[in-house]
DNA sequence: CCGAGTCTTTGAGACGATTCAAAAGAATCT
DNA sequence: AGATTCTTTTGAATCGTCTCAAAGACTCGG
């Protein structure tokens, strides 16, 4: 019941509670004799350390932030993931915590992990630049922005955007859409306006033969992709577009609910594409086209920076990694079409 | 750069430590111009307080840990949003661990929790009875058990797993399926096993008249379950079932997805339940019957009682909470066959 | 048996915030 | 003014662990 500490288990072995703090973390240094009587009062007791305790003491915390946008986003999951993968060979510890793309959850998240004096935090940020980002570096705590780029006063880890929106846009094109709509929003989410940008000038490459449409979301949810493709749906099919953009497969698949409860046919009728590639975007009603990012390894990375970063402050650069997308098609838009 | 501490604060502020600490804590207790200053001088110096101190000195965490078998199963990450939107409430902190099915990393994951002097501990133990939950009690850690029963040392919330997989198998046998085949595993996990029980049990009420196959699984995972409907995708048409009852919408949509590339049609020549009701569901190639379980109410609730214990320790009489599934038809299961 | 050199063990400060008894200061009443 | 009460502020002790200088115990050569 009561815990145990570090002088209870002195006492029991007969030995200096300086001796017990060896044993536990340099024991090569106590003799053999000692140090297993010292295991020995442990076990009996039932100790466990503070690592509360500890930290303070020590002043360095072995976890690791990580704020994400949306945890119900299977690629926000398989991120962290990656993260907590290079985390457990270092014995540290990574906690997840979401935003849900609200500004005051991810400072409430960013004061309690400060408070916490984590050894750093991971963040995809709800908008673009963050002063509370910002002065959370200026105080001390590391930070790695991840899918979003950097603003030089930290590393980054990210996937090339404008390129996957662009590979997007040129995929459509090729498969000869000529009206095509980009689905998805804020435009104040970098990773939104970024796709966008690509598409758009995919569609300026094909020299104004193509015509983009942008419909504007407030959640890259499920339920907004579903909104979305209720109004797209519901257009004459002389206004509809003959393909849809979407800025993650979250939307997307929402979207293509809405086209299968209004007997619109895909790819037929209208083709898809999402972006991110989670693991449901193949097993969706119609298996779904991407653009794939690299999740594990953007989590991996991410933790990976900010270890190397919290090991050597002095000598650290920022660093800017990015990582480029590939283009995944499924039957979502599988079908030529005659331009 | 360096982080501020109490005695800098006050020491700006010209008060005492215990000043500063009052107008963190008890602000109504320090007169309002002595106030003002120690928020000025907080400001000016951007002091964050340290909370492993604070925690150190009160002996409480403000902090839960949630471990859950599988974050890549939207089913848990729902529980945990339950459990944070609760958390947030009280201004306390869910971190989120993953045992992934594995009793390594479950235990590893308790260790570090414990090590943390957490508040207490929500689990979806790996396996049934573990004797590191128990010791974790014994020693004082606050558990309780999710989506899984108690064994009395503990609250606990689940939901009825055999009810469900009842409410699964009478469903199919209603539909005219006499040859039905429970895909999961391993059944060292409770829920498996119930939900197998609860099948099992509508089977023998139908008398004879229906064949209850069993496929067993390692893992809950897609992967897994695609597996599975290959090997039931190979068998000659008269030895297949005509229905699957998958142990959780994983494994359905795995499954799902084999048979759609073995070119047979669900719900026609093989109709598929899974469990769970994630909202993937709803999106699959063929949208997927399910057993509706309340996943947020999951998650509140077991914190919920949490809270409660860790607020009146003494007169806390652990409680085992049981909410019923729900049976959601969609156009996996929804044809009616000639028995 | 002494002294130098190795190994081990010791124990008194930190670390940063909270607490609480007691002191100091203000206000009120005679 | 002095006594009494109420409000604020103070600062030393405390939480559990780590660190490190220094003491103690041993070994070995001379």
Not at 302 to 321: F, G, K, M, S
């Amino acid at each position: 019941m009561a815990t145990r500490n570090i002088k209870e288990v002195a006492q029991l072995a007969r030995v200096s509670v300086g001796t017990v703090s060896n044993v536990l973390n340099r024991p090569e240094i106590v003799s053999p004799a000692t140090r297993e009587r010292v295991f020995e009062a442990i076990k009996k007791l039932g100790f466990v350390r503070n690592e509360v305790a500890r930290h303070l003491r020590v002043g360095r915390s072995r976890t690791v932030g990580l704020v994400v946008l949306d945890v119900s986003n299977p690629f926000f999951v398989d991120v962290a993931q990656g993260a907590e993968s290079v985390a457990d060979d270092h014995d540290s510890m990574v906690v997840l915590c979401n935003s849900a793309g609200d500004t005051g959850r991810e400072r409430r998240h960013l004061d309690q992990l400060e408070q916490q004096r984590v050894m750093g935090i991971l963040i995809t940020p709800v908008e673009m630049e963050s002063p509370w980002v910002e002065e959370l570096i200026a105080r001390g705590t590391p930070v790695v922005l991840v899918d979003s780029p950097a603003t030089g006063l930290q590393c980054s880890v990210a996937v090339d955007d404008r390129l996957g929106g662009q590979i997007a846009g040129a995929h459509l094109i090729e498969r000869g859409h000529r009206r095509i709509m980009f689905v998805g929003g804020p435009m104040s989410i970098k990773q939104v306006a970024d796709r966008h940008a690509g598409v758009t000038s995919a569609v300026a490459a094909a020299d104004g033969a193509v015509e983009l449409l942008t419909s504007s979301a407030h959640t890259l949810t499920v339920a907004e992709g579903r909104a979305i493709g209720e109004r797209v749906a519901a257009l004459p099919p002389d206004e509809r577009p003959t393909a849809a953009f979407c800025a993650n497969d979250m939307m997307a698949l929402g979207f293509l609910q809405a086209m299968a409860s209004h007997g619109l046919r895909v790819p037929e009728d209208l083709a898809i594409i999402g972006y991110d590639d989670i693991d449901f975007a193949a097993a969706a009603a119609v298996p779904l086209s991407s653009i794939r990012q690299p999740r594990e390894l953007l989590g991996r990375t991410a933790i990976d920076l900010l270890l190397e970063e919290v090991a050597e402050p002095e000598q650290h650069r920022h660093r800017q990694v990015i990582f480029q997308p590939d283009l995944v098609i499924r039957e979502s838009s599988a079908l030529r079409r005659d331009a």
